[in-house]
């Protein structure tokens, strides 16, 4: 394949650029073209990407020591997908070998590490290069990049850091003089024994329908705090069989086809929730049943009852979940966590309970991803700044202001039911485009306009607004501070796909270089919401 050809040719002009940047005292600024900063399936992605448009001259920056992103840092007991995993790839790369339909978090992180190897990557990544600063230079027309191992120069910046890297912890009186163990779902202490332990689990997302499973047969004690209940569907998953695995291998025509079928699936889904949300009654009787068949106790079935609209709130897919609170060991206290006093933990509802070990299941910082204040645009503020009304982008991926930015899983892209690779890939599009129109235009930087940020957004929450997620009745992780939706995206991954197939100059104000100095349009750093 072409792509492959170029991947090679990246590998051998970047080697001698690689053994360099790893030096971490050499205080010399190194000039790329692109640098990325991630290395989870939107910053491989972009790296495949750059490959196969012929660009060799960057680097992916990743703050830890090895490729993931999520898949790395979230390997907590139980830690698998609730996307099928022939439709949770790259198109570009299938997977005839996974072992389950819905694969577990040891398999999806082996399956980004082939994806280096195959790409042959390696040379462009920089591990433990965690990037403290990025700012624009008005002068040079370039990103300035500080890590805590050396500087960069770019021309364009790709933030793919995603929404799910920043553990969000709540800050409970007293939790800092707890006297027993604490972590986050993502932060997990593998080196601990959970074993006949007392464990309090606060939260009920998906990390913790899994987790709870996962540790209630060994511990002495499991404490749920739920602050609300979860809509949980019963999770088709098993084994691949041998015989499938050889089918995909001999004939990929027929794992295309199964990976169209789950894709085309879940499109048709996407009308319940963002136009027709009565039509998701059918799905809460399902659930309804699920709860039934599992949960005997009618007074442990109502505390695990939602009393909001199926899909609100992200829909959770698990077996065993439902079993495990079940168990004698197991109690959930329909309540948050509002206090600690020593090794006795409090719930808003007053109740007090005994705990040798923390485990918080509180999400991360989605609406207020924390790269935003590391990120300083043309009029010298920073992106969290820029954001401080709520996150918007055009097409989820450039931000008025930040000349040359793009992001990858950026605002309003992500999804509800289905998968966000298929969300990813059409970034990539966007990307490989706006490195085209770039390069054609003759400008050195692209800087969206005000009005077309604008225009975008507002038809994004014009049409949210009708939406499950902003009228069924709950408050999610997908609502900012001011109740807006700025984080799922509403339309079918189709219609994402059309949107950012290509990059309209319209859309932008381009940025020259005229007699050795930059001619920048007058309104080029105004904000996008003025």
């Known amino acids: 394949m072409a792509g492959r050809q170029k991947t090679e040719k990246a590998q051998k002009t970047t080697g001698a650029a690689a053994a360099a940047g790893e030096q971490g005292a050499d205080s010399a600024v190194q000039q790329v073209r692109v640098a990325v900063i991630g290395t989870g399936f939107g910053g491989l992605g972009a790296a495949v990407r750059l490959c196969e ?89 370039r990103w300035d990049i500080e890590t805590d191992q050396g500087r960069f120069s770019a021309q364009v910046l790709v933030a793919a850091t995603g929404p799910l890297s920043d553990p969000q912890i709540p800050d409970v009186p007293g939790l800092a003089d707890f006297p027993g163990q604490v972590f986050h779902s993502a932060q997990w202490n593998h080196e601990f024994d959970l074993s006949g332990k007392r464990v309090a689990v606060v939260g009920t997302g998906a990390s913790a329908i899994q987790i709870v499973p996962a540790i209630q047969p060994v511990v002495d004690r499991l404490v749920l705090f739920q602050r609300t209940p979860a809509w949980v569907m019963a999770r088709m998953d098993r084994d691949i069989t041998s015989a499938e695995r050889f089918l995909y291998r001999r004939l990929p025509a027929s794992q295309k086809a199964l990976r169209g079928a789950l894709w085309l699936i879940r499109e048709y889904q996407v009308g319940a929730f963002v136009k027709h949300p009565g039509l998701l009654r059918a799905a809460e009787a399902l659930a309804g049943q699920n709860l039934r068949r599992a949960v005997k106790d009618p007074a442990l079935r109502a505390k695990l009852t939602p009393d909001y609209r199926f899909g609100c709130k992200r829909v959770l897919l698990s077996n065993t979940y439902y079993p495990a609170l079940a168990q004698p060991n197991a109690e959930v206290v329909a309540s948050g966590l509002k206090e600690v006093k020593g090794g006795t933990l409090v719930a808003a509802d007053g109740t007090e309970h005994e705990a040798d070990v923390i485990v918080f299941g509180t999400g991360f910082h989605v609406t207020d991803m924390p790269v935003a204040a590391h990120i300083t645009g043309a009029a010298g503020t920073t992106l969290a700044e820029e954001w401080s009304e709520g996150m918007s982008a055009l097409r989820g991926t450039t931000v008025r202001g930040f000349p040359n930015l793009l992001f990858v899983i950026g605002p309003n892209t992500g999804l509800g039911n289905s998968s966000m690779v298929l969300m990813i890939e059409s970034q990539l599009n966007y990307l490989a485009d706006y490195l085209r129109k770039l390069d054609a235009s003759g400008a050195v930087a692209l800087d969206v306009t005000a009005s077309a940020q604008r225009r975008w957004n507002d038809d994004v929450q014009r049409r949210m607004s009708r939406t499950v997620w902003n009228t069924g009745g709950c408050r999610s992780w997908y609502l900012d501070g001011k109740g807006n939706n700025t984080v799922l995206w509403p339309g079918t991954t189709a219609h994402y796909r059309r949107e950012t197939r290509a990059v309209d100059l319209h859309e932008y104000d381009q940025v020259r270089q005229v007699d050795g100095a930059l001619v920048v349009p007058t309104a080029a750093a105004a904000p996008a919401h003025a």
């Not at 012929?54 to 992103?69: C, H, I, K, W, Y």
């Not at 790839?89 to 978090?105: E, I, K, L, M, V």
Request: glycine share 6%; with cysteine.
């Open 53 to 141: 448009e012929g660009v060799t001259d960057f680097v992916v920056l990743e703050r830890a020591d090895s490729v993931g992103g999520t898949w790395r840092d979230n390997s907590y007991p139980g830690c698998a997908c609730d996307v099928p995993s022939h439709l949770y790839s790259f198109s570009f790369a299938p997977n005839p070998d996974w072992p389950r339909t819905f694969s577990g978090q040891p398999e999806i992180r082996a399956y980004l590490e082939r994806i280096v190897d195959r790409f042959q990557l390696r040379p462009h990544l920089r591990f433990r290069h965690t990037v403290t600063a990025a700012r624009w230079n008005t002068t040079t027309a």
